[in-house]
């Protein structure tokens, strides 16, 4: 028995011993690239059980087996099965670069992820490694000139100031021209908050996006055709910008820190008269109009110093602008669950004079989680944005045309100059009025997935997205000019509170079904919208004192102003089908319903979809054989409807407005448009067809596209005559707009050695737009300002034929006959503005641990001339090129004589509308330059850090135009920033 007894003992530990000895084996090895780099992130499998590589490459495999095989992938490598026989020696895995793996990688299609190979839709995606590159406070401005297509304007450099994006033309009549944007599954207000009323300058254009930190977002992707837009229905007309920004991944817990400082000033300046040629430009033009200088003209009366010089450029945009970014970010996990917290703080001022600046601060929080069957996935993400703008309301740029010899504009102690009340129009008075707009942002959002049975998941998507900005307006008795005896009642001050708040639920129901020879996937989902929108003006006028006009309560008299809320529903359903057949050919059919609370009862609800098909041609066996060196060859065409309600809530209601007159002493009313109730969207039939062509394993890769849009039930706001009693009524009309081109993307690994790597990628775009047809357009007002068969961007012009040798006058061509330059009959001939053709060429450089990224903008377009803003003669200064003037009797020249005569300024506005005032506005931009170096295994040990990176980076650091102004992008405006920064990236 007890022998027995003993041998059971000694089994069950046997068997026990036996169990923790497979249990505790360990497969451990390193992951590296060609050139010796670890690959962090790749994954690695055996059998059941999967790891990623840490920031060194390594990686650990709890396994009962002492041999096998493992399988390692990492994007843009080959994949590697390799046979370990010794589980106790570490394995050492080399993979190599593989350009064709790159077409594997999904991309964000809103609704549903794909295959960059397999999409049937136009979609560019930007990741962010570009991002990061560039030192921005808008992500839009990443964006510049690497996206086909997608035309992005900086209005001014000042930090905040509006972004203007159009992909692919204009479509619509009215201002209902910007893309969808959607972050993090939440559409996103694209149109300003800011107040027109008491923010005059770019400011009241600014783009909500740049709240949003550029260093969160992980990818923004860009769908253009229908294929891409159509299953968002009546907002896709225009485009769709998804942004998703950045969450944790798998592996050891990391700390990074990214901190970068820099200046900014202005690249480019124009050259204007001195002192000397300004004195001689005012009297000669007195001498000509045949008078003398008035009392009011100080310049040259003897009131103001005649020899002195101010470049009045170096007063107002002279400065030095200082930025600085830090960022901070906590991630890691297990393969069940990953998160990632990030926070950052930016802060840029401006080039103009003063202290005040433009501050973001920012906070991320994303957690993903999986069950260990990996049938239900949960991600949350929450950020949290401020913005703060404390810069002046008006963009003074326009103030270095001040008299060279005019005045300081400070007193020596500081203050505003007013030169005894003859200085009047001191440029630096916005800087002394103070402007605070304060923005804050929260956006959350849960998106859970759970898979039923194989091959079918349903999930929903709960996002809320708020954005609230407030905006201080002041008007303080020291920034005017005390010889005009003001008093208490023009101290005035003006509060501003807009809202904007977004509920988004999207639940859906997806099946995929892998076939022997293909691939089914149905997609079915419905999206529930609530938006609440609401603004108020408040002004205060009376204040005892300047140090009061931050408190409304301390104001005499109280107005509300304006006043504004409304509601915006939004109700849909939508399905897509998407069939594959022997990784060849593709087939994706999207549709979608929509509802929407903007439109007339009569038409609320509308039907869009879109069919696209793909065929990867060089997949057939008859290719192969005769076109080795082609890797990849793709033949993509779509059609399909899309709409545009982008037209603001009510429109389709009577609208009554308060006056200003009272009826037998009460207030009134007055209507501004009458009830539409068959009012409904814009609809956009997108047609495109692309071929994507890869060379030699893909190094080389060529995309050409056409496109065709036609847009067309344009919403207008149409005049009606007096004897309606209405003015206006909004309706549709059968308008149509054409935007069409070309577009071209080029990518290529030019040089890809173990040293030493070179990739080179460009895009072209050639768009093309005009008006195709507009019934009984002369009978609207748009008959001044349009021409059907022409684009949308052309100009009616006089036709100018030169400067009189007799009169040195500007001459036109009267073809009314009425003997006057301003009568717009006269208006016969038009010039075409906007761009002919753009792009970006981009290269990135490696050698061993340095890296060198260039990437360059170019545009030819046609735009405004700066010189006809001001006639030469008057109190302005002039660029110098009116130093070729008319002067005496025979003179043959392009530009007229000096005046300021009433009779002779009629001729140099009306240039404005002449040919003079249009020409050459193309340019090309270094737009970012980054030199970054890695550090080496030795200084990372001694620092105790997994990796390192210093670099510098450098922003719109030159200009190639022939523009007459500062800059074609911002015309008269602040040019955007030449930016150079230094920073590093350390993770511990």
């Not at 923010?199 to 930190?213: D, E, F, R």
């Not at 639920?505 to 079904?513: A, G, H, N």
């Not at 609530?530 to 009061?548: C, F, K, P, R």
């Not at 002039?878 to 003037?885: E, G, H, K, N, Y």
Request: a positive charge; one cysteine or more; hydrophobic letters at 35%.
């Amino acid at each position: 028995m007890k022998k027995t007894t003993l041998s059971l003992v000694m089994a069950v530990l046997c068997l026990i011993f036996t169990a923790n000895a497979q249990q505790n084996h360990y497969l451990r090895g390193k992951v590296i690239t060609a050139d010796q780099q670890p690959l962090p992130g790749a994954t690695v499998k055996h059998n059941n059980t999967t790891a990623l590589t840490n920031q060194q490459g390594l990686f650990e495999i709890n396994t009962t087996a002492l041999e096998g095989i493992i399988n390692v992938s990492y994007t843009g490598y080959k994949s590697k099965e390799t046979n370990f026989k010794n589980i106790s020696e570490p394995l050492i895995i080399t993979l190599e670069e593989d350009n064709s793996n790159l077409k594997e990688v999904e991309i964000n299609a809103g609704y549903y992820a794909v295959k960059e190979k397999e999409r049937t839709g136009n979609i560019t995606r930007i990741t962010a490694a570009t991002i990061e590159k560039q030192p921005v406070n808008n992500p839009l401005l990443a964006l510049q000139g690497r996206v086909a297509g997608m035309e992005i304007i900086q209005a001014s450099g000042i930090p905040g100031a509006g972004v203007k994006v159009q992909i692919r033309g204009q479509n619509s009549l009215s201002n209902g021209n910007d893309p969808l944007y959607i972050v993090n599954g939440v559409p996103f207000p694209s149109t300003s908050m800011s107040s027109a009323t008491i923010n005059v300058s770019v400011l009241s254009q600014a783009n909500p996006l740049s709240v949003i930190n550029p260093s969160d977002i992980e990818s923004i992707e860009i769908l253009k055709d229908a294929d891409a837009t159509a299953i968002y229905g009546s907002r896709g007309a225009n485009g769709v910008v998804l942004i998703t920004t950045k969450t944790g991944k798998a592996g050891d817990v990391k700390f990074n820190v990214n901190l970068y400082q820099g200046i900014g000033d202005i690249e480019r300046r124009i050259k204007l008269l001195n002192t000397e040629q300004y004195i001689e430009m005012r009297k000669e033009g007195f001498k000509n109009d045949g008078t003398t200088p008035s009392a009011s003209a100080y310049d040259i009366n003897g009131t103001w110093d005649q020899t002195r010089y101010t470049d009045w450029q170096d007063v107002i945009f002279g400065g030095t602008a200082n930025t600085t970014n830090a960022q901070l970010s906590l991630s890691g996990g297990s393969q069940q669950t990953t998160f990632l917290l990030s926070g950052n703080y930016y802060r840029e001022t401006s080039v103009f004079p003063g202290d005040k600046k433009y501050q973001k601060k920012s906070s991320l929080l994303s957690v993903n989680h999986q069950s260990l069957d990996q049938k239900l996935k949960i991600t949350v993400s929450a950020n949290y944005n401020i913005e703060n703008n404390a810069l002046p309301t008006s963009d003074i740029t326009a103030s270095i045309r001040l008299a060279p010899n005019a005045p300081a504009a400070l007193t020596a102690d500081g203050k505003l100059n007013w030169e005894n009340g003859t200085f009047r129009n001191n440029p630096l008075v916005p800087v002394f009025k103070k402007y605070d707009a304060d923005t804050y942002h929260l956006g959350a959002s849960t998106n859970i997935r759970y898979c039923i049975i194989k091959d079918l998941e349903i999930s929903a998507v709960v996002a809320y997205s708020k954005v609230q900005r407030t905006e201080l307006s002041t008007n303080p008795l020291s920034a005017s000019d005390p010889t005009q005896a003001l008093t208490a009642n023009n101290r005035t001050a003006n509060y501003y509170d807009s809202s904007n708040q977004t509920i988004n639920v999207e639940p859906q129901i997806s099946w995929t079904k892998n076939m022997a020879t293909g691939k089914l996937s149905i997609l079915l989902g419905t999206t529930i919208q609530n938006n609440e929108a609401s603004n108020q003006l408040i002004q205060g006028t009376g204040y005892v004192n300047d140090g009061l006009l931050d408190n409304i309560a301390a104001a005499a008299t109280i107005r509300t102003s304006s006043a504004f809320s409304s509601v915006y529903r939004y109700l849909s359903v939508y399905g897509r089908l998407n069939y594959s057949l022997k990784d060849k050919y593709f087939l994706n059919i999207t549709g979608r319903r929509d509802g929407s609370s903007r439109f007339g009862p009569a038409s609320r609800y509308g039907n869009f979809g879109a069919i696209g098909a793909a065929w990867i041609f060089s997949n057939e066996s008859f290719l192969k054989e005769k076109l080795p060196f082609l890797s990849f060859g793709k033949l993509r065409a779509s059609y399909g409807i899309t709409g545009n309600d982008q037209i603001g809530d009510y429109t389709y209601l009577d609208r009554w407005s308060p006056t200003s007159n009272p009826y037998q002493g009460a207030a009134a009313l007055t209507i501004g448009s009458i009830f539409n109730p068959n009012f409904e969207w814009e609809t956009n039939k997108k047609a495109e067809v692309s071929i994507q062509l890869g060379f030699f394993n893909d190094k080389l890769n060529l995309t050409s596209t056409y496109f065709r849009n036609r847009s067309s039930n344009q919403l207008i706001n149409y005049s009606l005559a007096p004897s309606v009693g209405f003015p206006s009524v909004a309706k549709n009309f059968p308008a149509t707009i054409q935007n069409s081109g070309l577009e071209f993307e080029l990518s290529s690994s030019l040089v890809q050695h173990k040293d030493f790597k070179w990739s080179l990628s460009a895009n072209l775009s050639i768009p093309g737009n005009k008006l195709v047809a507009f019934p009984e357009i002369e009978k609207t007002t748009y008959t001044n300002t349009y021409i059907v068969g022409q684009s949308l961007n052309i100009i009616k012009t006089l036709e100018s034929t030169g400067v009189d040798p007799n009169t040195g006058l500007y001459t036109f061509t009267d073809f009314d006959g009425s003997n006057s330059v301003n009568s717009p009959a006269d208006r016969q001939r038009f010039r075409t503005l906007g761009q002919r053709y753009s792009g970006g060429l981009h290269n990135l450089i490696s050698y061993n641990r340095l890296e060198l990224d260039i990437s360059f903008q170019f545009v030819n377009q046609i735009g405004r001339n700066a010189i006809t803003n001001n006639a030469p003669g008057t109190f302005n200064n002039q660029p110098d090129i009116v130093l070729r003037r008319w002067q005496t009797q025979g003179d043959i020249t392009d530009i007229q004589k000096y005046s300021a005569a009433t009779s002779t300024l009629t001729h140099s506005y009306a240039s404005a509308y002449g040919e003079l005032a249009i020409g050459n506005a193309s340019y090309i931009k270094l737009r970012n330059v980054t030199v970054s170096y890695k550090m080496p295994e030795k200084i990372l040990k001694s620092i105790g850090a997994k990796n390192a990176k210093i670099y510098l980076q450098g922003q719109n650091l030159f200009t190639i135009t022939n523009y007459l102004g500062l800059d074609p992008e911002s015309v008269n405006l602040l040019p955007p920033l030449r930016m150079l920064t230094a920073g590093f990236q350390l993770t511990f």
